[in-house]
């Protein structure tokens, strides 16, 4: 264990964790047409925690899918408060998780952003293209506010730097699961293993695998090493192909069964 007390996210996935249970979390694009009721829908399925997205005009992480529904979010009006305060009115029972970039909080101003963020009711962040060495002036205004702030570890990064995201990490570890952006693929990649098996070397917080992990097989595959698995876009294309927060529920929780079922064993 940690010796400073952990946060609502963090908490919830130790819990998960102490209960042999691995955890699942979705991410959704906030801004697209019925996020806030799939929101609702993956909680309801087994979910462990949600991120939202909020959408931004050069997701250099995200891949087809993902890129697609932030661009038919950002057509639709979205922006990065009223996604914030339409998040504020959910009530789901798991810790949320705001997904976003650099630009956005340094925008909106670091401390604003994170008091943004407590106050309508989110756990964490992730600001996915903020590199470490750049990360002091958000981390103060995220600890300030209580927001936890994600950092991602890279499959190519090296023993040294793994230890430096993981003492500053909070919420969880982010395993990014092979380089390239998200997006499903056939199969999970060797990466994803390795670096979660790094990582629970170096660290007793949660360690969730996320970028190419998309079916139950997949995730349970995954969660083989690491504490749990993010999925994106499997559950986002359900949301742009027409399914609503019913087809996201059904792919939550396939998921959520097929690793209960694995844990079991």
């Not at 932030?70 to 997904?99: K, N, Q, W």
């Not at 996915?128 to 950092?151: F, N, R």
């Not at 693929?185 to 949660?206: E, F, Y």
Request: contains cysteine.
């Amino acid at each position: 264990m940690t010796s400073r007390s952990p946060g609502r996210l963090e908490a919830a996935l130790r819990a998960a964790r102490d209960a042999g249970r691995k955890s699942l979390v979705p991410y959704i694009t906030g801004g697209l047409d019925g996020w806030r009721p799939a929101v609702e829908a993956a909680a309801a399925a087994g979910a462990d925690g949600v991120e939202i997205g909020i959408p931004f005009s050069d997701p250099v992480m995200d891949g087809p899918t993902i890129q697609a529904a932030g661009d038919r979010a950002l057509a639709a009006g979205a922006t990065p408060a009223g996604i914030l305060a339409a998040a504020a009115e959910l009530d789901v029972g798991v810790p949320l998780v705001v997904m976003t970039y650099y630009n956005i909080a340094h925008h909106m101003g670091h401390r604003r952003f994170a008091r943004s963020l407590a106050e309508t009711g989110f756990a964490g962040a992730i600001l996915a293209d903020l590199p470490l060495e750049e990360s002091a002036p958000w981390t103060a205004a995220a600890d300030e506010a209580g927001i936890e702030t994600v950092l991602l570890a890279a499959p190519t990064a090296s023993a040294e730097r793994l230890a430096a995201v993981c003492a500053r990490a909070r919420g969880f570890v982010y395993a990014v699961g092979l380089l390239g952006v998200t997006g499903e693929r056939d199969t999970l990649a060797a990466s994803a293993t390795v670096i979660a098996g790094r990582l629970k070397a170096v660290t007793d917080l949660p360690v969730l695998v996320g970028v190419g992990v998309s079916t139950p097989r997949q995730a349970t595959e995954a969660t083989t090493v690491a504490d749990g698995v993010v999925v994106g876009s499997a559950v986002v294309r359900r949301l742009l192909d027409g399914h609503g927060p019913e087809g996201v529920g059904e792919v939550v929780g396939d998921l959520r069964r097929a690793l209960d079922r694995h844990a079991s064993r």
